[in-house]
């Protein structure tokens, strides 16, 4: 069974930072690209970054800079650490990873971040 567990949201104040955590059971974590995505309130849930199970890395535009995604594939856990915060980063922040065997995405539960101005 699949589980992506986060952790690390909470409230900050703008130009502060966070580290959001997500640990990862149930796959060959090493070999699975890991994304984190987040939600703000009343809008659509969109990607943030991205890091594949090479290392190679992607993000949004808006974050660019500012947030830089990491793995630890020893302990399977993929992280966000986020800087310069910002009142528009507020979100839930969601871990996701895709089986392309399976076809099947994989979320967690998310984890809330507010940043305040």
């Known amino acids: 069974q699949v589980q992506l567990v986060e952790s690390g949201g909470g409230l900050v104040q703008a130009g502060g930072s966070l580290r959001l955590s997500c640990a990862a059971s149930?796959?060959?974590?090493?070999?699975?690209?890991m994304d984190w995505y987040r939600q703000p309130p009343g809008k659509q849930r969109e990607l943030v970054a991205t890091?594949?199970?090479?290392?190679?890395?992607n993000y949004a535009d808006s974050v660019k800079g500012r947030f830089s995604i990491s793995r630890d594939n020893a302990k399977s856990t993929v992280s966000l650490q986020m800087n310069s915060l910002k009142p528009e980063d507020t979100a839930v922040y969601y871990c996701?990873?895709?089986?392309?065997?399976?076809?099947?995405?994989?979320w967690g539960q998310g984890t809330q971040v507010t940043v305040s101005s």
């Open positions: 149930g796959i060959i974590f090493s070999i699975n690209a």
């Open positions: 890091i594949t199970g090479g290392g190679t890395t």
């Open positions: 996701r990873t895709y089986n392309p065997a399976l076809r099947t995405v994989y």
